[in-house]
C-alpha cells in the first residue's frame, strides 16, 4: 500500500462506514463529514487533562449519588 500522508479521507461521525475524499455531507444523514482522525483527536484532547477527567468523573459520582439518595 502506498498511502500518501498527504490524502485525508473524511468521514461521518455516525457512519465510519461512510468516506469520502472530499469533504461533504453524509449521504445517510446529512451531517459534516469530519477528516478522519478528528474523533480521536477530540477525544485525547479531553483526556489529555487529568483535571478534566477529574471533574468528569466526580460529576458522574456527584449524579449517581443523588439518583441513589432521591430513590430512598
Ligand atoms: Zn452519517
Not at 500500500?1 to 461521525?13: D, E, F, G, R
Not at 444523514?29 to 479531553?46: K, N, Q, S, W, Y
Not at 483535571?51 to 458522574?60: A, E, G, K, S
Amino acid at each position: 500500500m502506498n498511502q500518501s500522508q498527504a490524502v485525508k479521507l473524511y468521514h461521518c461521525p455516525m457512519h465510519p462506514e461512510v468516506r469520502q475524499p472530499n469533504s461533504g455531507k453524509c449521504p445517510k444523514c446529512g451531517m459534516d463529514l469530519l477528516p478522519e482522525g478528528t474523533r480521536f483527536a477530540m477525544l485525547r484532547h479531553m483526556i489529555k487533562s487529568p483535571l478534566m477527567v477529574i471533574i468528569m468523573v466526580t460529576v458522574m459520582v456527584v449524579i449517581m449519588a443523588a439518583i441513589m439518595m432521591m430513590r430512598q
